[in-house]
Every structure is written in C-alpha cells, then in structure tokens.
C-alpha cells in the first residue's frame, strides 16, 4: 500500500471523529483549547510518518507541569512497510496525573483491518482523554 493511501484512509478513519469529540469536549470544557491536527512526521530522516490527533491546551499551567495532553493515532515508515504505531492519549513534557492510555504497545503492519481494530476501541480513547481533561495537569502522580 502506498504511503499516500495509508495516510488517507489513517485520515477518513479519525478526522471526522476527532473533529466531532472536540466539538463536544468544547462544550463540555469551555475554558480548555482544542485541536485536531493531521501532520507528517520525520520529515528530516528516511523514516516518514503521520499523525491525526486531538490536544487539549491548559491555559496558564506552571512551567513544571504539563500543559497539554493528546489523543495521537499514528504510522511510521510510509515510504517502506507502513507500520500503524500510535493509538495513545498521552501527556506532553513535565509533571501530569497517571491518566493515559497506549492502545498499541508495539507497531503493528498497517491494514484496513488492524484500522479497524483501533477504530473500533477509538471510544475507549476518548473516555481516557476526558477523564484526562478532568483530572487536568495540577494532580501528578510523581
């Protein structure tokens, strides 16, 4: 499969799901920012990838605490052996609460099917987001 058609369907399978939990978590959590990005990565290396995703942004979060956190689905080595990598809710850098999820421990060679498989348990994404979002970056576990 072609690096161009995995980022396709990586994009019909998420974005519009992604774009309607933000419109809800908006709703939901009206002073938190939102995004829903689709972007390559390792644009510099032989390794090509893309990500979908959705981040919420705490406004006004101290320095050693993280002030974001994510939903990424992700494949690696487009160019090559597309390998799905990434089914996550994850925190960026510095002190965050243990509320995260990795829905693939190790990549997986990309398939419609193995797509599936992650869109099928793309709710249990959310509920970790949210409750992410509620438990906001101020409660670390550290």
């Known amino acids: 499969m072609m690096g161009s058609q995995v980022v396709q369907e ?22 938190f920012h939102f995004n829903v990005w689709s972007s390559s ?22 320095d050693e605490l993280a002030d974001n956190v994510a939903i990424i689905i992700g494949v690696k080595h487009l160019t090559t052996a597309p390998l799905l990598c990434d089914a996550s809710v994850g925190w960026g850098h510095g002190s965050a609460p243990g509320i995260h999820i990795d829905l693939l421990p190790n990549p997986v060679a990309f398939s419609t099917a193995e797509l599936n498989a992650v869109s099928a348990r793309f709710g249990l994404l959310i509920s970790v987001f949210r409750s992410a979002l509620i438990a906001g970056p101020g409660k670390s576990d550290a």
């Open 10 to 31: 990586l994009e019909e399978a998420f974005l519009p799901r992604l774009d309607a939990a933000k419109e809800m978590l908006e709703r939901e959590f009206p002073s």
């Open 41 to 62: 990565t390792g644009g510099l290396t032989s390794y090509q990838g893309h990500d979908v995703g959705l981040e919420c942004l705490f406004p006004g979060t101290p």
